[in-house]
């Protein structure tokens, strides 16, 4: 008897300490990824490029708070929040606040899916399939019925207040100690909102350096701003997998990125052109699904540098 049913008892064990370790544990384990990246003209110095990406607030999730705050201490150059801020239709207030020492330094935004709508509760396996299929709850402009709406307004007016340039599908320009920064940035392309041909066209001739900014890393986004010559590309909205296996990777990306660039620095080719790509594995979770397995959560400092 004891070999019989021994084994399955042990996967159980496993598996259970696995669930609480990965929500217990790792999805509250924050961490800074720190890149350098290759990208600047010849001459220019060094610019330090904080990305925040998936917050994923729920009212009350103190640490993540905290932790937020104490990345003002890194003094970045300039900070771009790549979306999805929200899990809460309370937790607007708690993102400006956590959010708020880092709103004293230049910054862009773009928002994703989340900032507009809220999760509902959902079987996490079929969620898992779902992702590896590229699906969504939502089409284009229209949500399906009984979706919740977030106070999406608000945050982009806290933002919008605090100075940072909202890149919602169109272009803007920081200055930071005389140099121009040309960024241009989409809409979610996950629920279809980007349109790349307000903005298409290529970074122009008036920046020192320029940039695309995209919460979900679809091809169609990569393509294009890579084919109209931007050297980096930031992203968020994989989670880096979210449950990665150790010496595999990533399961699923929730959008048609492949799953090798689920996370970190990577190179983006189409038409003999090459753009960095770098994807934020993000600091949250779904709500309904606070898991995270060989993938805590984190935030990235970039060190952009002249090419070689």
Avoid at 33 to 52: C, F, H
């Amino acid at each position: 008897m004891r070999a019989r049913y021994g084994v399955p008892l042990g996967i159980t064990a496993v598996g259970a300490a696995g669930l609480v370790y990965s929500v217990g544990f790792e999805a509250r384990s924050f961490r800074l990824r720190r890149v350098t990246v290759p990208v600047l003209p010849a001459g220019m110095r060094p610019l330090r490029v904080l990305q925040v990406s998936d917050i994923h607030m729920v009212s009350g999730q103190r640490k993540k708070q905290r932790w937020l705050r104490s990345l003002a201490g890194l003094r970045p150059d300039f900070v771009i929040n790549t979306g999805d801020n929200l899990s809460d239709p309370d937790g607007v207030p708690e993102v400006l606040d956590a959010l708020g020492p880092l709103m004293e330094f230049p910054g862009a935004y773009v928002f994703g899916s989340n900032d507009y709508y809220g999760p509902k509760p959902r079987n996490p396996v079929r969620y898992l399939f779902e992702k590896a299929q590229g699906r969504h709850g939502l089409n284009g402009n229209r949500p399906v019925v009984g979706a919740i709406h977030n106070p999406w307004e608000d945050l982009r007016d806290g933002f919008d207040g605090a100075g940072w340039v909202n890149l919602t599908n169109t272009r803007g320009t920081l200055k930071i100690e005389g140099v121009e920064i040309g960024l241009t940035g989409l809409d979610d392309p996950h629920i279809k909102r980007d349109r790349y041909g307000r903005v298409a066209g290529g970074p122009g001739t008036g920046a020192d350096f320029s940039m695309g900014v995209v919460h979900a890393p679809y091809l169609r986004t990569l393509d294009a701003f890579t084919g109209d010559g931007y050297p980096l590309i930031l992203a968020g909205h994989t989670h880096g997998g979210q449950l990665r296996i150790p010496l595999y990777g990533a399961l699923v990306t929730n959008c048609d990125l492949d799953t090798d660039r689920a996370r970190g620095l990577s190179r983006h080719r189409v038409d003999g052109r090459v753009s960095y790509l770098h994807v934020s594995a993000g600091c949250g979770t779904n709500r309904y699904t606070p898991v995270r397995f060989a993938c805590p959560p984190e935030a990235s400092l970039l060190t952009l540098t002249p090419t070689p």
